[in-house]
């Protein structure tokens, strides 16, 4: 899957709170996504996944939230932490695998 | 499980020289692999595609000239900058999936290469 060169938009959150980040699928047919932390420096880093068949999966601290109607993923993050810090892309697998552009996540002190 | 190497992690060439990075999997076999760069603050551009034991599927826009890639097991692609010039200095991201191109993707830690 190809991914679009963008300057990526920003979350920025207080320590302790609740994150949301949102993202848009394009395929309708796409029956697993994936959720990704890429910190400064770093290669990607798997942190969640979703089938087609769910609407909802947690994982330690994070959910993920899948809504097949509009083609809208999210990833919560509870009592976000200064090492969430990081970009996050969310990945959906149809043909082929498609990135979306990229969430940078801010977690103020 | 399932972890991705790369080596090296950063190099720094000369301009007209030749730079090959190396992409493992180190706990499980990889049919497919991935070669991405990225641009600072920007997401992952897929630059091509390799099954092992078959040349690799470039995306449009790829020198597959300037960017050869070699996936000669299932645990080992190279991706080799030939003629390395300036713009070609970027973050090198591979990835590994065990199954077919649709399965879950790992990603190594990435190479800064860095042209003079």
């Known amino acids: 899957g190809e991914s679009v060169g963008l300057h990526l938009p920003t979350l920025s959150v207080q320590e302790g709170d609740n994150s949301i980040i949102n993202c848009a699928y394009s395929?309708?047919?796409?029956?697993?996504f994936i959720w990704y932390k890429q910190e400064s420096g770093k290669g990607p880093q798997f942190i969640i996944d979703i089938r087609s068949n769910m609407d909802k999966r947690q994982g330690q601290r994070v959910t993920v939230l899948l809504n097949k109607t509009v083609k809208h993923l999210s990833l919560q993050i509870a009592a976000t932490q200064p090492g969430d810090s990081a970009v996050y892309f969310c990945?959906?697998?149809?043909?082929?695998?498609?990135f979306g552009a990229g969430t940078r996540l801010t977690v103020k002190p | 499980g399932a972890v991705v190497s790369q080596h090296p992690s950063w190099v720094i060439c000369k301009s007209g020289t030749s730079v090959k990075i190396e992409c493992r999997s180190l706990?499980?076999?990889?049919?497919?692999m991935f070669w991405y760069r990225q641009f600072p603050k920007q997401s992952l551009m897929l630059m091509a595609t390799?099954?092992?034991?078959?040349?690799?599927?470039?995306e449009q826009g790829v020198e597959k000239d300037k960017f050869l890639i070699n996936h000669a097991s299932l645990t080992l692609s190279t991706l080799t900058v030939t003629s390395a010039h300036p713009e070609d200095s970027s973050f090198y991201i591979c990835?590994?999936?065990?199954?077919?191109?649709?399965?879950?993707?790992?990603f190594g830690p990435g190479t800064r290469l860095t042209v003079l």
């Open positions: 990945a959906e697998n149809g043909n082929d695998m498609r």
């Open positions: 390799s099954n092992e034991g078959s040349k690799a599927t470039y």
């Open positions: 990835s590994a999936s065990q199954r077919s191109g649709t399965d879950t993707q790992y």
């Open positions: 395929n309708s047919a796409s029956d697993y």
């Open positions: 706990d499980f076999q990889a049919t497919t």
